[in-house]
């Protein structure tokens, strides 16, 4: 886990393989299967899936304010302190998520991408990043921290309408344990409640935010106030023989 890797090829017995309490690649690692299909490396916040392995899940993590120290342009290291709303941090708690640093100006805004971080019993951390620093850090710009999506995956109801639906885990997970999730390709939801396809150009996939299942474009839109997130589209040709419509979608969250 030096490096982030390429994108590579995976078997499907490594990626529906039981999840591991020890951590094999890093988190968000990208895998490609043999059909083409797109998984990303992740971690349970908490048990995950239990009543059903065929809804999406959703990245519960919230973005962590905190204070940018002094560092120089080209440096690959960050110390920030003043860490909020955590009072502590984990190693690489941050592994591949990003910060924002501020600035006198919008001008002077940069966004850079977490490689890994120091653990802490306070609210300091020093990040290591994939790419060096472009401009000078005084040492009091304001930061926001913002996890990777794949390090704290829920349930959709852990947070039912602030959430977005970031993989489908395929399986059950329980809390803590380091499993890969698919984000792209072929995959079958549970339905919300019209199956999908029963009607003519009902073919765009969304999701249902109270918990992860699926319901047809029109049906999520035409609703007063919500925006709710687009899913894939549906594969199958339905009408005629198969006129109650289908459930295995397209999925693109990437």
């Known amino acids: 886990m030096s490096d982030f890797p390429t994108t590579g090829y995976a078997s499907f017995d490594m990626l529906y393989a039981a999840p591991t309490s020890t951590q094999k690649a890093m988190i968000g690692q990208v895998a490609e299967d043999q059909m083409g299909g797109r998984w990303r490396y992740c971690k349970a916040g908490a048990d995950l899936c239990s009543s059903n392995t065929l809804n999406g899940a959703g990245c519960y993590a919230q973005p962590d304010d905190c204070t940018a120290g002094a560092t120089a342009v080209g440096s690959y290291t960050l110390a920030v302190s003043g860490i909020t709303p955590n009072t502590s941090v984990t190693k690489n708690q941050y592994q591949n998520g990003t910060i924002v640093i501020g600035g006198s100006s919008a001008g002077y805004r940069r966004f850079y991408h977490i490689k890994s971080n120091t653990a802490s ?19 009091t710009e304001w930061a926001t921290i913002v996890p990777s999506p794949w390090s704290d995956v829920r349930d959709m109801s852990a947070a039912a309408g602030y959430m977005s639906v970031v993989c489908f885990p395929m399986r059950a ?19 919300y409640s019209t199956v999908p ?8 996939i969304t999701t ?15 609703d007063a106030g919500e925006s709710t997130q687009h899913l894939g589209w549906l594969i ?3 009408g005629g023989t198969y006129a109650a419509g289908d459930q295995t979608f397209f999925l693109q969250l990437e």
Do not use: C, Q
């Not at 997970?173 to 339905?191: D, E, H, L, M, Q």
């Not at 249902?208 to 035409?222: C, F, L, V």
């Open 236 to 238: 199958p040709r339905t």
């Open 121 to 139: 019993t306070t609210t300091t951390t020093t990040l290591t990043l994939w790419h060096p620093i472009t401009y000078a850090i005084a040492g």
């Open 208 to 222: 249902a935010p109270a918990d992860g299942s699926i319901r047809m474009g029109d049906e999520a839109w035409d």
């Open 173 to 191: 997970v329980s809390s803590g344990y380091y499993f890969w999730a698919k984000t792209r390709g072929p995959v079958f939801g549970i339905v």
């Open 197 to 204: 396809g029963a009607a003519a150009n009902d073919r765009i």
